[in-house]
C-alpha cells in the first residue's frame, strides 16, 4: 500500500486566492483526519470524517475552511480566501475504527500564504 | 480540559549517547499513549502504542515507559544516530473520544556527530 497520499506537497498562493488541499486515504480505512500544523500551535485536529460523514468539525477555524469527503478514496480541504496566518503544514490522517485506534499520517502539504 | 505537556522543547546531543525525553498528561479517561517520530517535511509515524496495563516498551533502540498513576511517560533513545534528529510527539487517547487524540507540543531532538 502507498500510504496515506496527499497533494500537492508544497503550495505558494496569494492572500485571497481559493487553495485546495486533496487527500487519498489507505485503503480501508474508515477514519479521515484533517490536522494542521504550526510551530506556534503544533498539532490541531481541524474535522475528521467516519464513513465519509463528518463526524467533528469543532477545530475549523471559521467559515474560510471547509471539507469533503465524497467518497472512501477521497478527501479535499478548502480554504476561500486563504490568509497570510493560514500559512502552515496540513496533515491527512487515516485509520481504523478498533484496537488500538492508530492514525497514519500522509506526507503533509506545506501551504504558503503571501 | 485534556492536556499534554512534554519536556524539554529541544535537545541536542552527541551521537552515541542516551537520552530521555518527558511527557506528562491529563488525559481523562485514559485509553492508550503513543509516541510519534516526526522527520524533517514528513509526517509523523508511530513509535509505540501504549494501554493502561502496559509499563514498558521497546522498539528497538526506543523505549517507552508509562505510569499511569502519576500520568507521566517516557521515551528513552539508546546508542543515538545522527537519523534519531527528529521531533518526538507525545500523543494520548480518551476512553471517550473515539478516534480524536491530544497532541504535546514535541520534543525537537538535535544529533550531532
Known amino acids: 500500500d502507498a500510504g496515506v497520499i496527499q497533494s500537492p506537497r508544497h503550495e505558494v498562493t496569494e492572500m485571497g486566492q481559493e487553495v485546495t488541499l486533496r487527500c487519498k486515504p489507505i485503503s480501508g480505512h474508515d477514519y479521515l483526519f484533517w490536522y494542521r500544523q504550526t510551530m506556534m500551535r503544533g498539532l490541531e485536529l481541524l474535522i475528521y470524517f467516519n464513513n465519509n460523514v463528518p463526524i467533528d468539525d469543532s477545530g475549523m477555524p471559521e467559515d474560510r475552511f471547509s471539507a469533503k469527503m465524497p467518497n472512501a478514496s477521497f478527501s479535499t480541504l478548502k480554504i476561500q480566501p486563504s490568509e497570510p496566518r493560514d500559512s502552515a503544514v496540513y496533515f491527512c490522517?487515516?485509520?481504523?475504527?478498533?484496537?488500538?485506534?492508530?492514525?497514519?499520517f500522509g506526507p503533509g502539504t506545506r501551504l504558503t500564504v503571501t | 480540559k485534556n492536556q499534554v505537556e512534554q519536556s524539554p522543547q529541544s535537545l541536542i546531543i552527541l551521537e552515541g549517547k542516551n537520552c530521555t525525553l518527558q511527557c506528562n498528561y491529563t488525559v481523562s479517561p485514559f485509553s492508550n499513549l503513543r509516541w510519534y517520530k516526526q522527520d524533517t517535511g514528513r509526517g509523523p509515524v508511530s513509535l509505540t502504542i501504549m494501554t493502561f496495563s502496559e509499563n514498558t516498551k521497546s522498539n528497538g533502540r526506543y523505549t517507552a515507559t508509562l505510569d499511569a498513576d502519576t500520568k507521566q511517560s517516557s521515551l528513552h533513545i539508546t546508542a543515538s544516530q545522527l537519523s534519531d534528529s527528529a521531533s518526538y510527539i507525545c500523543?494520548?487517547?480518551?476512553?471517550?473520544?473515539?478516534?480524536?487524540?491530544?497532541f504535546g507540543g514535541g520534543t525537537r531532538l538535535m544529533v550531532k556527530p
Open positions: 500523543v494520548v487517547r480518551a476512553n471517550n473520544a473515539g478516534n480524536m487524540l491530544t
Open positions: 490522517a487515516t485509520g481504523i475504527a478498533g484496537g488500538r485506534y492508530e492514525q497514519y
